[in-house]
T-cell receptor
Framework: GQQVMQIPQYQHVQEGEDFTTYCNSS?????IQWYKQRPGGHPVFLIQ?????EVKKQKRLTFQFGEAKKNSSLHITATQTTDVGTYFC???????????FGKGTKLTVNP | DADVTQTPRNRITKTGKRIMLECSQT?????MYWYRQDPGLGLRLIYY???????NKGEISDGYSVSRQAQAKFSLSLESAIPNQTALYFC??????????????FGPGTRLLVL
């Protein structure tokens, strides 16, 4: 079945450093979503990308969708301690409306 | 999301016991989901329901059953709990027809420990 691979699994950074997590799908995606889960919390929707090559920004977060719509990335500029958590990408499974989640990238930020 | 609630929030049970996890939502969404989260394994879909009369297995449904009592309520049961069902369980909802893809709203989670 369709898989959504996410790397790295863990990332430790010093506050102020940049961070990037990558998401790759075995099949072309119609769209991709990103979620953030704070420690002890639940996943919360961040953004959805739909168009080939799309780039969206939310303050220090930049989301990209690949030209082939098989990969995506989330880049955080100048991380802050409030960025800690696990970031998940998710894409629709096949032609269905279910989402397949990547395994997530856990980000820790040292102050 | 306060519109999606789960009970209990924490539960300790013993091997072989039957346990039910409950999820309620006030978002008016048709679709509800149960996920399991284990360290390093992300979110795995157990069951999902696209409306009250529709129940579907996810990728890891063995050992679990569900009941959709109403549009707002979706319960997950472990008929005979075993230790490897120790995990964090999330309920989620989505709004049918949201284009181009439904986003999911998660409850706060239930942390289950099976001894």
């Amino acid at each position: 079945g369709q898989q959504v691979m996410q790397i790295p699994q863990y990332q430790h950074v010093q506050e102020g450093e940049d961070f990037t997590t990558y998401c790759n799908s075995s099949t072309t995606l119609s769209n991709i979503q990103w979620y953030k889960q704070r420690p002890g919390g639940h996943p919360v929707f961040l953004i959805q990308l739909v168009k080939s090559g799309e780039v969206k920004k939310q303050k220090r977060l930049t989301f990209q969708f690949g030209e082939a719509k098989k990969n995506s990335s989330l880049h955080i500029t100048a991380t802050q301690t409030t960025d800690v958590g696990t970031y998940f990408c998710a894409g629709p499974q096949g032609g269905s409306e279910k989402l397949v989640f990547g395994k997530g990238t856990k980000l820790t930020v040292n102050p | 999301d306060a519109d999606v609630t789960q009970t209990p929030r924490n539960r300790i049970t013993k091997t072989g016991k039957r346990i039910m996890l409950e999820c309620s939502q006030t978002k008016g969404h048709d679709r509800m989901y149960w996920y399991r989260q284990d360290p390093g394994l992300g979110l795995r879909l157990i069951y999902y329901s696209f409306d009250v009369k529709d129940i579907n297995k996810g990728e890891i449904s063995d050992g679990y059953s569900v009941s959709r009592q109403a549009q707002a309520k979706f319960s997950l049961s472990l008929e005979s709990a075993i230790p490897n069902q120790t995990a964090l369980y999330f309920c989620a909802t989505s709004d049918r027809g949201q284009a181009p893809q439904e986003t999911q709203y998660f409850g706060p989670g239930t942390r289950l420990l099976v001894l």
